[in-house]
């Protein structure tokens, strides 16, 4: 079956530590791997896309890393910002067509306090 | 900022009413879905469409039905609201490589 599971579910960390959120998946066959943010009471927003062949990703403050081998994701923050609290949502495409079937965490909840 | 746009942003209703909501974006994508989401959970696809006139179920059963008659617009209407139609709807375009999410309808049936 084709899953995506998130750890921690939750995390809270203060302002200016660094933090990894974790993805495990059992998608296949396998074509990208998104991570989104998601503030409270709006749409997600892609931070990263990252295919097979890519190990990591950065974008800003936020750094991806991807295990194709062991089907596993990570998402490091670095500094954090009160403003990075939010959902994380990790998301795996099968690349069944040109964008593929999309499968989705159910999130890592991280607040971010002073 | 993605140009997909989501109305209305809050909507508290009564049972047995009809309502629409309301999703529109301006990048010219073929694709748009409609998702349904609950708190902490993950997003279940409810309808997608791959062009005008073309209209799919997704995954998760929905009492819902949606249409596409112009690109850009892909509206969902529920005939008859029930409390268990409480969630948030989120509506997505995307082009070859990317999805791109609207900021979403939070809906309440009392």
């Known amino acids: 079956k084709n899953q995506v599971e998130q750890s921690p579910q939750s995390l809270i960390i203060l302002e200016g530590k660094n933090c990894t959120l974790q993805c495990n998946y059992t998608v296949s066959p396998f074509s990208n791997l998104r991570w989104y943010k998601q503030d409270t009471g709006r749409g997600p927003v892609s931070l990263t896309i990252?295919?097979?062949?890519?190990n990591t990703k950065s974008n800003g403050r936020y750094t991806a890393t991807l295990d194709a081998d062991t089907k596993q994701s990570s998402l490091h923050i670095t500094a954090s910002q009160l403003s990075d609290s939010a959902s994380y949502i990790c998301v795996v495409s099968d690349g069944g067509s040109t964008l593929g079937r999309l499968y989705f965490g159910r999130g890592t909840q991280l607040t971010v306090w002073p | 900022e993605a140009d997909i746009y989501q109305t209305p942003r809050y909507l508290v209703i009564g049972t047995g009413k009809k309502i629409t909501l309301e999703c529109s974006q301006t990048?010219?994508?073929?694709?748009m879905y409609w998702y349904q989401q609950d708190p902490g959970m993950e997003l279940h696809l409810i309808h997608y469409?791959?062009?005008?006139?073309?209209?799919e179920k997704g995954d998760l059963s929905s009492e819902s039905t949606v249409s596409r008659i112009r690109t850009e617009h892909f509206p969902l209407t529920l005939e008859s609201a029930r409390p268990s139609h409480t969630s948030q709807y989120l509506c997505?375009?995307?082009?070859?490589?990317?999805?791109?999410f609207g900021p979403g309808t939070r809906l309440t049936v009392l």
């Open positions: 990048m010219g994508h073929d694709k």
């Open positions: 990252m295919t097979f062949s890519e």
């Open positions: 469409s791959y062009g005008v006139n073309s209209t």
């Open positions: 997505a375009s995307s082009d070859h490589n990317e999805q791109f």
